[in-house]
């Protein structure tokens, strides 16, 4: 049993937990996603890694509550446990593997909306560690739906730019305002933009700063269901070829990534009928068709 040390509510239906997880906890980095399961019956449930500590033996995950699955993960308590806690699955953030003096002359802008701040948390702090600072933007729909605020400021300090659609807190308006607000009036210039959040805000954001020339990362974690290449619900086109998020990615160059057709497929896919659709149009890429995993077979 992989146990609940810590656990706690962070926003409305969105939980935090601290997992004793110690060969997971060793070798894992910013970026890659772990997959839980709550016993020999439950469903495999991939999560993006939101922290990390090697020496404590522990990994930090965030879920949000959309189905039968999160919904049983949230009523657990301390000190039970997760009957599997695997990974690390998925490709590292590339900041990982960039000499560490050229990251230090870029300037970084990370963009995270909802949820999607305990992903960006833990590359910031990747970074931060490093004495590289970077600009980073979290928002959502309103105050109440903002999570890791302080933990996030502790961290990028002065950098950090809070914003809500509804205006009840920090900045006015979506994430992509405050992205004109820091190119335009504030005269920021960006080498990269890492953006991770829901489809539709990495989709806008990646037009914002295509606008601009800034060269964008998304995460396509929100997509992911099985997390091994076997159900091919993650089957996306980026730069007009067949990739899946979670044996691909699940980082993507966000300006080669057709939006559009993910979240129609998203939607296509919760039906029976809408996934007999997609294998009859998809053909031999529907399933198993990364190449990776021999599902179809």
């Known amino acids: 049993m992989f146990e609940i040390l810590q656990k706690e509510k962070l926003a409305e239906k969105i939980w935090m937990m601290k997992v004793k997880a110690p060969r997971v906890a060793k070798i894992c980095e910013p970026g890659e996603f772990i997959i839980v399961r709550i016993d020999e019956k439950g469903e495999r449930v991939p999560l993006t890694i939101c922290d990390y500590d090697r020496n404590a033996g522990t990994v930090t995950i965030v879920f949000q509550e959309v189905g039968a699955s999160t919904t049983r993960m949230k009523d657990l308590r301390e000190g039970e446990g997760f009957a599997d806690f695997v990974g690390p699955l998925g490709k590292p953030s590339d900041l990982i593997r960039e000499d560490e003096e050229e990251l230090k002359k870029k300037k970084i802008l990370f963009v995270a909306g909802g949820v999607g701040t305990a992903p960006v948390y833990p590359q910031v702090k990747w970074l931060r560690e ?17 999570i890791l605020e302080d933990e996030m400021r502790e961290i990028a300090g002065d950098h950090l730019y809070v914003c809500t659609d509804d205006a009840s807190y920090g900045m006015k308006g979506p994430v992509t305002a405050v992205i004109d607000e820091l190119v ?7 080498d990269l933009c890492v953006a991770i959040g829901p489809m539709i805000m990495m989709k806008f954001t990646c037009l914002t700063t ?11 974690n929100p997509i992911m269901v099985d997390g091994t290449g076997m159900c091919g619900a993650c089957r996306l086109i980026v730069d007009g070829k067949v990739k899946f998020a979670c044996v691909d990615g699940p980082e993507f160059d966000g300006h080669k990534v057709d939006f559009d057709a993910a979240m129609k497929r998203q939607q296509q896919y ?22 990776n995993c021999g599902g179809d077979r």
């Open 210 to 220: 295509k606008k601009y020339d800034i060269p964008t990362v998304v995460s396509m």
């Open 184 to 190: 335009e009036n504030r005269g920021k210039k960006y």
């Open 270 to 291: 919760k039906t029976e009928e809408g996934r007999a659709m997609l294998k009859l149009a998809e053909g031999d890429t529907h399933h198993g068709g990364c190449g």
């Open 130 to 146: 490093k004495g590289i600072d970077a600009d980073v933007i979290i928002g959502a729909r309103n105050k109440d739906l903002l």
